[in-house]
C-alpha cells in the first residue's frame, strides 16, 4: 500500500517532502517484509546462504541509484552512494546490530562465527589496497595517476575474480552444513519417536513463497529507492545539505534500510550468526563485487567510475576495514564494540556534512 502510495506521488509530482517521507516509509515496510522472509529462508538453509541472498536484493538499490547518478553524470554522488552503502553497513548497521545481539545475550557478549568476518575483513583489506593506492598516486601525480581508469580496470577484475573464489565454495561449504543439520534434525525425531512433518517442525512458508517474498522485497525496494532519490534532491537544497553528505550518509541509509531492519530484529530475535551474517554479506559483496562491477559498467555510460577517491573517504575505508578486523575478527563482540562502530560513523558522517 505504501509503495503504491509512494509511486502514485513521484509520478504525480506531490510536493517534495511528502514524496520524500512516503518513500521512507515504504522503504521500512519492504524492509520488514525482506526481515520476514529471511528469517523464514533461514529455518531452511543455513545462515550464510541466506545472508547472501538477502543481501543481494537488499543491494539492488545502490546498484540502480549509482547507475543512474553515473548515467546523469553525478560522480560524487555515486562514489559516496557506493562508499556510503559500506560505511553504514559496516559500522552502523553492524554497530547496532552488535549493541542488541549483546544486550541480548546472557553474558553481554554476541557471540557469532568467525569465518565469515574474517573473510569479509580480507575482501574489505584488498578493496582498501586498491584504493588506497589509485588515491596516493592520482594524489601525487606520479606516471601511474595518468592511468587510473587502466588501473581501476585491473583493479576491478582482481577483486571480482577473488571474491567469486571466495563466494563459491563458501556457499557451497554453507549447504553442505545446512543438510548436516537437517539430516540430524529428521534423525533425532525418529529417535525419539516424533513426526518429522508435525506443525511446529517445518517453516510456516514454503520456499516458493519465502523467496517470491525476498523477490518483491527486493523489487519493491528498488524502485521504492528511486523514487526516493527523486525526491531527495529538492529536499536536500531546501535543508542546504551537501552532495557529499546526500549520498555518504541519506541515499546510504534509505539504500540499506533492509539491511538495518533485518539485521538488527535478527540480532533481537538471538540469531546472532544468521544477523552477522545479513550485514557482513553485505559489506562484502559491495566492496568486492557491486563496486567492481560498476566501475567496469561505468565505462558503458556518461560518467566513468574508478578507484580514486577523495582523500577523506580513502582514509576512512582504510579504517573502517581495519576496525571489522579488530571487532570482530574473533567471533565476538561486546556492547561497547558496537557503540564505537557507531561513533566511527557519526564522525565520518559531521565529516561528509561540512565538506
Not at 229 to 258: E, H, K, M, T, Y
Not at 294 to 303: D, E, G, H, K, P
Request: charged content about 10%; cysteine-free.
Amino acid at each position: 500500500m505504501l509503495t503504491a502510495l509512494a509511486g502514485a506521488a513521484d509520478y504525480g509530482a506531490w510536493p517534495s517532502v511528502a514524496r520524500f517521507v512516503l518513500a521512507a516509509l515504504a522503504l521500512a515496510g519492504l524492509a520488514w517484509i525482506v526481515s520476514f522472509a529471511t528469517e523464514r529462508l533461514g529455518e531452511r538453509l543455513g545462515p550464510g546462504l541466506t545472508g547472501l541472498l538477502q543481501s543481494t536484493l537488499g543491494n539492488l538499490p545502490e546498484l540502480l541509484v549509482v547507475i543512474f547518478a553515473l548515467q546523469k553524470g553525478e560522480l560524487l554522488v555515486a562514489q559516496t552512494a557506493i562508499v556510503g552503502s559500506v560505511f553504514a553497513n559496516a559500522l552502523l548497521v553492524l554497530g547496532l546490530v552488535i549493541v542488541v545481539g549483546a544486550r541480548r545475550s546472557p553474558d553481554g557478549v554476541m557471540r557469532f562465527s568467525r569465518r565469515l568476518p574474517r573473510d569479509t575483513a580480507t575482501l574489505m583489506l584488498l578493496a582498501a589496497f586498491i584504493i588506497v593506492l589509485a588515491g596516493v598516486s592520482y594524489a601525487a601525480q606520479d606516471r601511474a595517476s595518468g592511468h587510473i581508469e587502466e588501473i581501476s580496470i585491473i583493479g576491478a577484475a582482481a577483486l571480482l575474480i577473488v571474491y567469486l573464489t571466495w563466494v563459491v565454495p563458501y556457499v557451497r561449504a554453507d549447504v553442505r552444513a545446512a543438510r548436516d543439520r537437517s539430516a540430524a534434525a529428521a534423525a533425532e525425531v525418529q529417535a525419539v519417536g516424533g513426526d518429522p512433518d508435525a506443525e511446529g517442525e517445518q517453516p510456516r512458508l514454503s520456499l516458493a513463497s519465502t523467496v517470491a517474498l525476498l523477490a518483491l522485497g527486493g523489487v519493491g525496494a528498488a524502485f521504492t529507492s528511486d523514487w526516493f532519490i527523486n525526491a531527495l534532491a529538492p529536499a536536500v537544497s531546501q535543508l542546504g545539505l551537501s552532495r557529499a553528505f546526500a549520498g555518504l550518509v541519506i541515499v546510504a541509509i534509505a539504500g540499506n534500510a533492509v539491511e538495518h531492519v533485518v539485521g538488527v530484529v535478527l540480532a533481537w530475535r538471538g540469531q546472532a550468526d544468521l544477523a552477522i551474517s545479513v550485514v557482513k554479506n553485505s559489506v562484502a559483496q559491495i566492496a568486492a563485487f557491486l563496486f567492481p562491477l560498476l566501475v567496469l559498467v561505468s565505462f558503458a555510460l556518461a560518467t566513468t567510475l574508478t578507484f580514486s577517491l577523495a582523500p577523506v573517504y580513502i582514509a576512512a575505508f582504510l579504517l573502517t576495514a581495519l576496525a571489522l578486523a579488530q571487532i570482530t575478527g574473533d567471533g565476538e563482540a561486546a556492547e561497547f564494540e558496537g557503540w564505537a562502530l557507531v561513533a566511527f560513523y557519526v564522525i565520518l558522517a559531521a565529516i561528509a556534512l561540512y565538506e
